[in-house]
């Protein structure tokens, strides 16, 4: 579908981040998956390492804004949300995400040389790819349909995704070997612990935050200055920027929504609105250092240091805080969809 554009294969990681919202509700898992795959390939076709890195980490966030969403869900179980409605007004600011990334992607794909494939696709050949490609793409089906439906939790619809894709790739794609599997992992084991140990070491600082009251003070603060709709969001905003780079999504959502959504809904910000909001702005955190999770996943499937990958990274960080900025003053796009939905 997007091949053939320059920086073809770039696009293709930013698409394949933004289908794969359907599989994982983990921004993580969404950097794990796709990184796995297409970092190798796109460092043999050339694209610089931090780049590639950079990129797939940068479309990794897209995950948990385009619904089903995570972060949405604990955000409307703790508000008393419509998760339905949440998950509405998630989808243009996620494509949005995309869109802008793909752009940038071909602006630097003008200047470094990046080419995609030599001919645009055919329809025969994007038919036949769909076929090749339905068993996979069946996966997202039977997780989501298995969750909603109640035959098994979240937690075991990654057990059942796993055998499921163990089946695939050895009896019919056959690109997996039964002697693969311990290299398999081992390595999914390392990634994890590595993870595990920064949403840990995160943990711990959200809690000392929270017993000393920073949030209550910061919230405190913010009351007392009076600030319009456009002033309240902003420095809200520029708060949960700097507490994502800290602070994991989950624990940050827990800690200042119950802080932040009443000074917003006082300057008369939708409930709905301002979770597509936090939402949006968090994960942003999971690309910027030092708890940039998603980082950590790319760097170690292109084995890179972050350091290395410090100058394509921020131009994108830049992008997607243009995003936020996007869907922070423009309600109408945030609510077009669960207007029509209402």
Not at 83 to 109: D, E, H, K, T
Not at 201 to 230: E, K, M, N, Y
Request: glycine share 10%; net charge positive.
């Amino acid at each position: 579908m997007v091949g053939h554009f320059t920086s073809g294969l770039a696009m293709v990681a930013v698409a394949a981040c933004m289908f794969f919202a359907a599989v994982s509700g983990s921004a993580i898992a969404d950097a794990a998956a796709i990184g796995g795959l297409l970092i190798p390939v796109m460092i043999a076709n050339r694209y610089h390492p931090p780049f590639t890195a950079s990129l797939v980490a940068a479309a990794g966030t897209i995950r948990p804004i385009i619904p089903p969403s995570i972060p949405m869900v604990i955000y409307g179980a703790m508000t008393n949300t419509s998760i339905a409605m949440l998950f509405a007004g998630g989808f243009l600011p996620g494509v949005l995400m995309g869109l802008s990334l793909m752009a940038y992607s071909y602006y630097v794909g003008k200047q470094r040389g990046y080419r995609g494939r030599e001919k645009r696709a055919s329809l025969a050949e994007m038919t036949r790819g769909f076929m090749n490609a339905l068993l996979a793409m069946l996966m997202p089906i039977i997780i989501s349909g298995g969750i909603i439906s109640g035959i098994f939790t979240p937690t075991e619809s990654g057990v059942v995704a796993v055998i499921y894709a163990l089946v695939l790739g050895i009896f019919v794609y056959r690109e997996l070997a039964w002697r693969d599997i311990p290299r398999i992992f081992y390595e999914s084991g390392l990634l994890t612990g590595k993870i595990l140990f920064i949403l840990g070491t995160a943990s711990i600082f959200s809690w000392i935050l929270a017993v000393q009251g920073i949030p209550q003070l910061v919230a405190s603060g913010l009351g007392d200055l009076r600030l319009g709709w456009i002033g309240m969001l902003l420095v809200i905003n520029l708060i949960l920027l700097i507490v994502g780079t800290f602070i994991d999504t989950i624990s940050a959502l827990v800690i200042f929504t119950p802080l932040l959504l009443p000074l917003a809904t006082s300057v008369g910000i939708d409930p709905i609105h301002f979770g597509v909001i936090l939402s949006v702005n968090l994960t942003i955190g999971m690309i910027t250092p030092p708890v940039g999770v998603c980082l950590f996943v790319t760097t170690a499937i292109a084995k890179l240091t972050i350091r290395e990958m410090m100058r394509d990274l921020t131009p994108m960080i830049l992008v997607l805080i243009a995003v936020l900025a996007i869907t922070t003053y423009w309600a109408g796009m945030v609510m077009f969809i669960p207007n029509l939905l209402k």
